[in-house]
């Protein structure tokens, strides 16, 4: 069992971001910056959390990045530490 906070190492990241490929341009173009920014210091537990955000619908997930919804009103699941610390990182990269 990995570390949680163990770097992601390559077959998992490249993995992962053939996995957040999105549907809709302006999500594809959050993600790729997403990569571009934090790819080397992504941790096991970012990359779950990643993972969880990408079974959203495209829109759900747009509107996260805009923050014009919560995570409490996308889906209450969610409402966790580490999906709330990639959804702030996404959004520092607007």
């Known amino acids: 069992m990995q ?8 077959r998992s990241l490249s993995k992962l971001r053939w996995r957040c490929r999105r549907g809709l341009l302006e ?5 790729e910056r997403f990569f571009e920014r934090y790819a080397e ?10 993972g ?5 619908s495209d829109y759900d997930l747009l509107d996260l990045h805009l923050a014009r919804k ?3 009103q996308v889906n209450p699941d969610l409402v966790r530490d580490d999906v709330a610390e990639i959804v702030s990182m996404l959004r520092e990269i607007r």
């Open 52 to 56: 969880l955000l990408m079974d959203l």
């Open 41 to 50: 210091t992504l941790t096991v537990r970012q990359a779950g959390a990643l």
């Open 3 to 10: 570390d949680e906070n163990q770097l992601l190492d390559e």
């Open 70 to 72: 919560t995570l409490a």
């Open 27 to 31: 999500n594809d173009l959050y993600v």
